[in-house]
């Protein structure tokens, strides 16, 4: 990994400030912020010899490389802000490998009455888990998000899962109150916690698909199927795009993961707290991305996971025997036969389900989705 040198600069409000020495090789401490010392920057902290970054109104972003991990540029990528419906991604990164995707379930009425952003769901024994999945990726399905924490064993180990989840990705910035994304006390991510789990989702095949189906069916009541679309609007419209995933809430404001892979390569960018229409920004962050890959310095690393412990052999030669057990009472020896315990395996059988688009048929009135889009 190389990081910006001695001659680097930070592009803070008040102008350019030079990195120093010291600075510098900070970015490589044990202490420093997780990827590195520099991510511990409030303001832009991006190569001086590179080009001049596209403007954005953001309070936070992150451009890396997906491919090595490089942070190209980033501002204020370690601040925590709400993460509304992005927050849906460690959702899906976490629930993926723990469901069966095709499962059927039967959501609660808690589920299928949830707040904000839906996809309509009933409380019919007619949804699988992988498309509740979809929903959630692509029309941000808050009562799918509370439907698939139910299929995981209830709301408060699905969130316990999932900030175990984001522990072992070292998304430290990262506190799940909710597996919706919903505005909660205590709730928060940050642009370089997004970029991370949006690096670890896209390296599951499941998960790229649902964050890239532009279209799909969904069945309800009755055998019948409707039809929806992502909300992701530069699926389709920009190249190379991937996914993944968007949000808002009116404390969140806006915030956006996208991923996109031309060449061979895939880069990714993730803003927060924008008051306006990130899409355009976002495209030119990512052309910057783009260009830039390969030919500037990194200011930072998006990390590997934890690695997973295994236990160690013995060393030296076989286990010490173990002790010889007291003797046991006369009496007891002769009122207790031994018996021996057999240990036995229970299987959970996870189950899963469907969205249902309702189109204009919702008992609620909503004036805003979560993700910003016009009910």
């Keep these: 990994m190389k990081y910006v040198s001695a001659v680097s600069a930070l592009a803070l409000a008040g102008g ?52 090595t991990g490089e942070v190209l540029a980033a501002k204020d990528p370690h601040g925590r802000y709400l993460p509304a419906s992005t927050l849906k ?17 039967k959501p609660s009425a808690e589920a299928c009455n949830v707040e904000g952003s839906a996809v309509g769901l009933t409380p019919h024994k007619i949804y699988r888990v992988r498309d509740l999945l979809r929903a959630l990726m692509m029309v941000s399905g808050n009562d799918a998000a ?5 299929a995981n064993g209830g709301l ?33 991510s940050s642009a370089y916690d997004l970029a991370l789990i949006a690096r670890s989702g896209l390296a599951n095949a499941d998960f790229r698909e ?27 419209r920009y190249p190379g795009m991937m996914g993944v995933k968007n949000g808002w809430t009116t404390k969140a404001l806006g915030s956006f993961v996208g991923a996109a892979k031309r060449g061979g390569h895939t880069v990714i960018v993730s803003v927060m707290h924008h008051e306006g229409s990130f899409w355009e920004e976002v495209k030119q962050l990512l052309d910057w991305g783009f260009a830039s890959r390969g030919h500037v310095a990194a200011v930072g690393t998006l990390v590997s996971p934890v690695p997973t412990v295994k236990p ?3 060393v030296g030669g076989p286990p010490a025997a173990a002790p010889p057990a007291p003797p046991k009472p006369a009496a007891a020896a002769q009122d207790s036969p031994l018996v021996g315990i057999g240990a036995g395996a229970v299987a959970a059988g996870l189950l899963g389900g469907v969205v249902w688009v309702v189109y204009g048929v919702r008992r609620r009135s909503r004036a ?3 993700d910003g889009f016009e009910v």
Excluded: W
């Excluded at 969904?218 to 530069?234: I, Q, S, V």
């Design 16 to 67: 350019l400030t030079l990195v120093t020495p010291a600075q510098a090789r900070s970015a490589s401490d044990d202490t420093a912020p997780v990827g590195g010392g520099l991510l511990g920057r409030r303001g832009v902290v991006v190569d001086p010899a590179a080009k001049a970054l596209p403007k954005t109104d953001a309070s936070a972003f992150v451009v890396a490389d997906a491919d």
């Design 89 to 105: 991604m460690l959702t899906a990164v976490t629930l993926i490998p723990r469901l069966d995707k095709t499962k059927l379930i």
């Design 146 to 150: 509370v439907a698939l924490a139910e």
């Design 156 to 188: 408060a180990r699905t969130l316990a899962d999932m900030n175990a989840e984001a522990k072992r990705l070292q998304a430290l910035d990262t506190v799940a109150k909710t597996p919706n994304g919903l505005d909660k006390p205590g709730q928060s």
């Design 210 to 236: 649902y964050v890239g189906t532009k279209v799909a069916n969904f069945p309800a009541p009755g055998g019948k199927h409707y039809e929806m679309a992502n909300h992701n609007r530069l699926l389709g």
């Design 312 to 314: 160690t052999k013995p």
């Design 368 to 370: 805003r989705r979560d």
